[in-house]
């Protein structure tokens, strides 16, 4: 967690500088990207909130997003990360959206994706997604690697 801590810290000096507030969409990292942005002290400043959201009942009711929205579209996929980062953005008025969706372990998912797969996303004033294969099937590095992941995302794109 202190590696995530310490990327969070840089994100929150590039936040609270400009004035700038940030929510999180996050699914296979299970709160750990909300819990190290939390963790910085003043985040109050700049974390407005987010939610895990990891069925499709959670994406439905929390974020708003109908299962007909996602036509053509499926989740641990890039448009899938885009789509949480703009509806997390939107939904709490964000000046970021940052999100991120996969497949911690030790199995794939449903989707056909091995472990060690994710997608993370940013919307704000500029948009980004990535993939990260990991190659490994440890949940919980798989977790901390995902995590890691969309907070540099989100860290590159506040640049």
């Known amino acids: 967690m202190n590696e995530l801590v310490s990327i969070a810290e840089k ?29 910085v002290p003043g985040a109050s400043a700049y ?11 959670a994406r439905r009711v929390l ?21 949480l980062a703009n509806q997390i953005r939107g939904r709490l008025a964000t000046d970021w959206g940052l999100s991120e969706t996969g497949a911690t372990g030790p199995a794939g998912n449903r989707y056909g994706d091995a472990a060690g797969h994710s997608c ?7 948009e980004a997604a990535i993939t990260l294969e990991t190659g490994s099937s440890d ?10 992941a969309a907070l540099n995302l989100l860290l590159e794109n506040l640049r």
């Open 11 to 39: 994100i929150a000096v590039k936040l609270i500088e400009r004035k700038r507030t940030v929510a999180v969409a996050e699914s296979s990292t299970g709160g750990l990207i909300s819990a190290a942005l939390l963790a």
């Open 63 to 83: 974020m708003d997003i109908p299962n007909e929205a996602m036509k053509g579209i499926r989740s641990a996929s890039e448009p899938y990360a885009k789509l």
């Open 139 to 148: 949940r919980q590095a798989n977790m901390q690697a995902f995590a890691k």
């Open 47 to 57: 974390f407005i909130g987010g939610g895990v959201i990891y069925t499709r009942d």
């Open 120 to 126: 993370m996303a940013v919307a704000g004033p500029v």
